[in-house]
Nanobody, 119 residues
Framework: QVQLVESGGGLVQPGGSLRLSCAAS????????MGWYRQGPGKERELVAV???????TYADSVKGRFTISRDNAKNTVYLQMNSLKPEDTAVYYC?????????????WGQGTQVTVSS
């Protein structure tokens, strides 16, 4: 049984910052790609940022220069530092991880955490 638990969402004013965390737990052999996705009101879920086990990061154009993804492999945790937040960043943010359990790689999602950017 593997779980992804997110934390760190909330309400912030435009220009503010938030840091999201996502911790994986359970019968984990290895975690490959980890990332963050978001789904705004009335929108499709979209990629925000992903990071490989070696630390190579990829970002959506809309967040480049404002968001930073990082991970702590020893803690099975991925982070998303969000700076200069805009109202259009308002969304439910989901953590995603490709986790090797015994000999099989499975795709896991967190339950989501709400981020609201508003004055």
């Amino acid at each position: 049984q593997v779980q992804l638990v997110e934390s760190g969402g909330g309400l912030v004013q435009p220009g503010g910052s938030l840091r999201l965390s996502c911790a994986a737990s359970g019968s984990i052999f290895r975690i490959n790609l980890m990332g963050w996705y978001r789904q705004g009101p009335g929108k499709e879920r979209e990629l925000v940022a992903v990071i490989t086990s070696g630390g190579t990061a990829t970002y959506a154009d809309s967040v480049k220069g404002r968001f930073t993804i990082s991970r702590d492999n020893a803690k099975n945790t991925v982070y998303l530092q969000m700076n200069s937040l805009k109202p259009e960043d308002t969304a439910v943010y989901y953590c995603r991880a490709f986790i090797v359990v015994t000999t099989k790689t499975n795709d896991y999602w967190g339950q989501g955490t709400q981020v609201t950017v508003s004055s």
